[in-house]
T-cell receptor, first 116, second 113 residues
Framework: DVKVTQSSRYLVKRTGEKVFLECVQDMDHENMFWYRQDPGLGLRLIYFSYDVKMKEKGDIPEGYSVSREKKERFSLILESASTNQTSMYLC???????????????FGPGTRLTVL | AQSVTQLDSQVPVFEEAPVELRCNYSSSVSVYLFWYVQYPNQGLQLLLKYLSGSTLVESINGFEAEFNKSQTSFHLRKPSVHISDTAEYFCAVSKFGNEKLTFGTGTRLTIIP
């Protein structure tokens, strides 16, 4: 089974802190994604990566950056956390064309971030 | 750009009653369609998907959805719900050849014993 893990289930940070959210997948997937989930807004794509060191902005990239130095790991970085970034953050992975099971994204359990 | 509309934010249903969760999409190109489910305190899991072929797709736990191109809909149905179906359900769409998913705002299904 595909496993996507996220470093923390719950995180509390202060305004202005630098925050790192880590995501690791164990299935050699080429594509990885970061979403935030807010009540009434569903999931919105922040960034995604289709290969090591490659990244592309999603729908709401402002205030975030990402890093993908290894294929299995995709990090979301909040350079200076703000209260409006309090949310649930979900990571997902997706195999490439050669990986089969096309188009099915596999999600991690989520990190609930609170910025005070 | 594509978009997804889930008109019902909450749907309460009695146990063993049928349910329909509505999903409409808009896109100028052909799309793939998905339903994901999120059980309490968990991440999202794929419930079912339409890529091509038969317009009626089924999941292993009794849900089904029908792709209706003329009405741009992909409604999710189950003839008899169980307490364990309590969850939030998200409809999503992606364009052919594009890995990005666009999600609806979700429908919270509550089963009343």
């Amino acid at each position: 089974d595909v496993k996507v893990t996220q470093s923390s289930r719950y995180l509390v940070k202060r305004t202005g802190e630098k925050v790192f959210l880590e995501c690791v997948q164990d299935m050699d997937h080429e594509n990885m994604f970061w979403y935030r989930q807010d009540p009434g807004l569903g999931l919105r794509l922040i960034y995604f990566s289709y290969d090591v060191k490659m990244k592309e902005k999603g729908d709401i990239p402002e205030g975030y950056s990402v890093s993908r130095e290894k294929k299995e790991r995709f990090s979301l970085i909040l350079e200076s956390a703000s209260t409006n970034q309090t949310s649930m953050y979900l990571c997902a992975s997706l195999p490439g064309l050669a990986g089969g099971r096309r188009n099915t994204q596999y999600f991690g359990p989520g990190t609930r971030l609170t910025v005070l | 750009a594509q978009s997804v509309t889930q008109l019902d934010s909450q749907v309460p249903v009695f146990e063993e009653a049928p349910v329909e969760l509505r999903c409409n999409y808009s896109s100028s190109v052909s799309v793939y369609l998905f339903w994901y489910v999120q059980y309490p305190n968990q991440g999202l899991q794929l419930l079912l998907k339409y890529l091509s072929g038969s317009t009626l797709v089924e999941s292993i736990n009794g849900f089904e959805a029908e792709f209706n191109k003329s009405q741009t809909s992909f409604h999710l149905r189950k003839p008899s719900v169980h307490i364990s179906d309590t969850a939030e359900y998200f409809c999503a769409v992606s364009k052919f050849g594009n890995e990005k998913l666009t999600f609806g705002t979700g429908t919270r299904l509550t089963i009343i014993p």
